[in-house]
């Protein structure tokens, strides 16, 4: 028998084995008494051919599957459940894991490897990503695989903090429309399924559809064989909140307790709820961990009413005094502190109050003469903002348009408006002159967020890096640019962006040294020591321990809490010394500043609450709430908690589109079956009136043979009430007149 026969007798194997076999064949014949041999060879040939069969087989491929966040990879199974092989789809995914090893390991592993590296690269760093998992139809072959990777993919992707809901997508097989997307905007066949569903549900053009996020995309899905698991395991809001109220030390049953901040958010990579909510008298900031309720951060601090007090108070001022400035800052020092200045007719004063403390760190005090801006000739308000949006070709009745500052001021002694604004795509910043309305100075900016992605475009960078410097310097130069200082573990980065053009104005870089730093616990200790926390009998959490750069300058960066308080420092990498020591806190008034100004009695809706930060000296709160009768927007300092802005709304009903009289009329005559043009028909009442408080026609008309009523909806024209009364025979031949109804002799009421 020829050895390829005998092979192919025993099953499929690959062309490698054939070869051999062919070639072993083709070599000189053995002697005689080496017959025996080779039956014994060829018998073990079959044995081994047959083991070496089924380990081919169990390697053969299966089908693929692939997962879409962002990043777009494909992974290749074997029949034994083996990644074969990895495939990245776009550039986001090679960028990612260009030094990962996927292949030919268990799922388990190349998906948690994967996961790791798109965290890393700053893919999935909020808690709640959405990544879809698509099937090839190859897989549906195999139920028994299919349903094993399913429910593998799912417990792997369980035991990260990175993915929130996870989605199943079998693909449709032999779309050559959704192969033709996938190339062109390289993804998988998944998300290009889900694209052509989501344009043909919205009408819009593929490319604009391509560029939707997952969230958007998977709204519009209606196929069967997509499924959505919820993959995170967190503790609920309402726990978090128990716990830092019960950390507090507040009750809600005995204390009024208002939250301004309930929110799912990340700490250092980690999921946690940030919660801040105020008393009467206190205000606190928390951070809860959303997976083991471990408390984070926790801050509790006077308030600035306090603070104000206890500054009037040292200052002995009897006198009635106005506040120009009440700031909380929270660094530079080793407290965060209220900075106040505040004035009378003849005094000035300064004063900087420990925010947690409510001690007196330092004031200042001087005689002041003050001079007061004659605006009865100016320009208003309005009209400056009038004359700014214009210059800068925006229109307030079709864009959205917020202001953050809106201030009579001085430039170079004259009076002027400054105002700063933003859209969705640019920031503002304008001076108008007060007196004749002139354009003083203009800034069109682009947005903080589009420089910053200027400069990590231009850096080339692929993994994640930390920004210690993020300004906007409006001086020194011929044009105001976006200064930028950020670094990963080994390099750091300087740029300085054009803030109109966004062009590269210059950049720096330059490796990270570390021989001749301290040690981390080195420089713990430090902050401990300078805290004066004792690790022997405190418990002390570190949340953060980082090397990073202050103003260009190496050092740790250190966060941590104990039961009380929460810290962060930063300390020299080279020498010790303490560059920053302080805490953060929020400011969690600001909705009941609004509310309690607007003098609120009933129930309101909030449609907006969003904290603004950006393109003005103070950041503020922007809230947008109404009743049934009225609307209010506020703008409030988020660090003076003063009203910078509201407006206030009555809501009108809009008056309702009714059909007319003359429509009324024909409604009633073609249910009462009569012709104006073969019938004489005489109205007595033609009337626009109420039924039960909806707007209605009242109509009364006679013929010589019966006298109608009718209620006709003034709005949808619905007929609402009818009546009819027919005459006798007798009384037939007169017609009353419009004075002298009918008797009724028979009524009929439809």
């Known amino acids: ?40 060879a060829c018998l073990a040939l079959v044995l081994c051919t047959g083991i070496a069969t089924h380990a081919i087989r169990s390697n053969a491929t299966a089908g693929t599957f692939t997962m879409d966040v962002n990043p777009s990879v494909e992974y290749t199974i074997a029949k034994s459940g083996i990644v074969k092989s990895v495939r990245c789809l776009n550039s986001d995914a090679e960028n990612a894991l260009s030094d990962v090893t996927l292949g030919k390991q268990s799922v388990e592993t190349a998906l948690t490897r994967t996961v790791a590296a798109y965290e890393a690269c700053g893919y999935l760093e909020n808690g709640e990503a959405t990544v879809l998992i698509s099937f090839d139809s190859r897989l549906d072959a195999n139920a028994e695989l299919k349903a094993s990777l ?93 716990i830092a109220l019960k950390d507090a030390k507040l009750d809600e049953l005995t204390q009024k307790i208002v939250f301004t901040r309930e929110e799912l958010n990340r700490n250092q990579g980690k999921p946690c709820y940030l919660l801040e909510f105020y008393t009467g008298t206190n205000q606190y900031f928390y951070q809860i961990d959303a997976k083991s309720g471990s408390i984070i951060y926790a801050g509790k601090f006077i308030t600035l009413s306090e603070a104000k007090k206890i500054a009037l108070d040292d200052a002995g001022s009897k006198d009635k005094v106005s506040f120009t400035e009440e700031t909380l800052v929270s660094g530079g020092i080793k407290t965060p502190y209220y900075r106040l200045v505040f004035a009378d007719a003849k005094t000035q004063w300064t004063y900087r109050i420990d925010a947690v403390l409510g001690i007196v760190l330092e004031k200042k005090q001087k005689e002041t003469a003050t001079t007061e801006i004659d605006t009865a000739d100016f320009i208003s308000l309005e009209e400056a903002k009038k004359i700014a949006l214009k210059d800068a070709g925006l229109d307030e009745a079709t864009q959205k348009i917020v202001f953050t500052r809106e201030e009579l001021n001085r430039n170079s002694g004259k009076p002027c408006y400054i105002l700063e604004f933003y859209t969705a795509k640019k920031q503002y910043s304008y001076k108008v002159g007060a007196k004749d309305g002139s ?71 330059k490796e990270i040294v570390t021989t001749d730093f301290i040690s981390l616990d080195e420089a713990k200790k430090i902050a401990l020591k300078d805290a004066g926390l004792d690790e022997a009998t405190q418990k002390i959490v570190f949340t953060r321990e980082e090397l990073s750069r202050n103003s260009g300058k190496p050092c740790y960066i250190l966060e941590f809490y104990t039961a009380k308080k929460q810290y962060s420092y930063k300390v020299d990498a080279k020498d010790g010394s303490i560059m920053e020591a302080y805490h953060f806190i929020l400011l969690a008034d600001a909705k009941k500043i609004a509310l309690d100004d607007a003098g609120v009695s009933e129930k309101v809706t909030f449609t907006e609450e969003t904290l603004v930060a950006g393109g003005i000296k103070s950041p503020y709160y922007y809230f947008a709430f109404e009743s049934a009768s ?110 002298q109804k009918p008797d009724s002799k028979q009524r009929t009421d439809d």
């Open 630 to 739: 009225a609307r209010w927007t506020y703008k409030i300092d988020a660090v003076l908690g003063v009203i910078m802005d509201k407006t206030y709304d009555k809501i009108i009903p809009p008056a309702p589109e009714f059909i007319g009289l003359e429509k009324a009329k024909q409604i009633a005559l073609e249910d009462a079956g009569l012709d104006e043009a073969a019938q004489k028909i005489v109205f007595t009442k033609e009337e626009l009136s109420r039924n039960s408080g909806k707007p209605c026609y009242i109509l009364e008309f006679y013929t010589d043979k019966c006298a109608y009523s009718y209620k006709v909806d003034a709005v949808s024209g619905d007929i609402i009430g009818k009546k009819t009364d027919w005459f006798s025979r007798q009384e037939s031949e007169t017609v009353p007149t419009e004075r």
């Open 439 to 509: 354009i003083m100075e203009a800034y069109h900016f682009i947005l903080l967020a589009d420089a910053k992605k200027i400069a990590l475009d231009d850096a080339g960078v692929n993994v994640k890096v930390v920004f210690t410097t993020e300004e906007l310097v409006a001086g020194g130069i011929k044009t105001p640019y976006y200064r930028f200082v950020f670094a990963d573990t080994k390099t750091q980065w300087t740029y300085r962006i054009d803030a109109v053009l966004g062009t590269v104005l210059e950049k720096q870089q």
């Open 150 to 242: 399913s429910a593998e993919i799912q417990q792997t992707l369980e035991q990260t903090d990175a993915v929130g809901t996870l989605v199943f997508h079998s693909e449709m097989t032999e779309n050559a429309e959704a192969a033709k997307i996938a190339e062109e905007f390289h993804v998988s066949l998944g998300r290009a399924d889900c694209i052509l569903t989501a344009a043909d549900k919205t009408g819009l053009p593929t490319d604009e559809v391509a560029r939707m996020s997952l969230d958007e995309l998977l709204k519009f899905q209606e196929v069967s064989g997509i499924s959505s698991v919820s993959v995170s395991k967190f503790i609920s809001l309402e726990e978090a909140k128990k």
């Open 1 to 40: 028998m020829k050895t390829e026969v005998l092979l192919r007798s025993i099953g499929k194997i690959n062309d490698e084995l054939i070869a051999d076999a062919e070639s072993e064949a083709n070599t000189k014949r053995k002697p005689g008494w080496a017959k025996l041999g080779t039956m014994a």
